[in-house]
């Protein structure tokens, strides 16, 4: 149904890094998507997830991080849902309790906007993925990177059987993360 990841999904293993960031907020960040079913928007969450992160924007090159979600932990809003996606046809979270974004590079592309590649593990399978953020800063020591990017379930064998049918559940996820990095 949905993936996540994101998520996907972003940066991050600690590093020794003089400047930049190395920590991420988890109480004031987010890993949200959306997805369809019968053409209908499903909302929902991913409610834990870790970060590990080494990032100077200074230094973009230098970047190296992870980031692992507990599909357990989704919440589409119904108990039914969060229980029947996490079953084996879609992420089957006793198998795979855990989608990880494994980053590789981040490419400055101007005006706080960086392009963040790395590899997606979801399921077993495991997938390079490319994706757009921005980086504002507080003017503090804080700074916040967002991002929106579609993910194909199927690509990662998310919702089989009959769930396989992209006119009952859309094959795209849209995923969208708010991360609040901290020094």
Excluded: C
Excluded at 27 to 37: E, G, L, P, T
Excluded at 40 to 47: E, K, Q
């Amino acid at each position: 149904m949905k993936l996540f990841l994101l998520v996907l999904l972003l940066l991050a293993d600690a590093g020794a890094q003089a400047a930049g960031y190395r920590h991420v907020d988890l109480a004031h960040s987010q890993i949200r998507f959306v997805s369809k079913q019968m053409g209908v928007p499903v909302d929902g969450v991913f409610r834990t997830f870790d970060v590990s992160l080494s990032f100077d924007p200074q230094a973009p090159a230098t970047a190296h991080g992870q980031l692992r979600i507990a599909l357990a932990s989704i919440d589409t809003g119904l108990r039914e849902a969060n229980e029947e996606v996490q079953g084996v046809e879609w992420f089957d979270a006793r198998r795979f309790p855990i989608a990880q974004f494994e980053l590789r590079q981040i490419q400055p592309l101007g005006a706080g906007r960086f392009r963040v590649s790395g590899m997606l593990s979801l399921k077993g399978v495991s997938r390079p993925l490319a994706l757009d953020a921005t980086l504002r800063s507080d003017g503090a020591s804080q700074a916040v990177m967002d991002g929106t990017f579609v993910l194909k379930r199927l690509d990662f064998g998310v919702g089989g059987g009959v769930w396989g049918d992209v006119s009952v559940v859309a094959n795209e996820v849209t995923l969208q993360f708010h991360l609040v990095l901290e020094p």
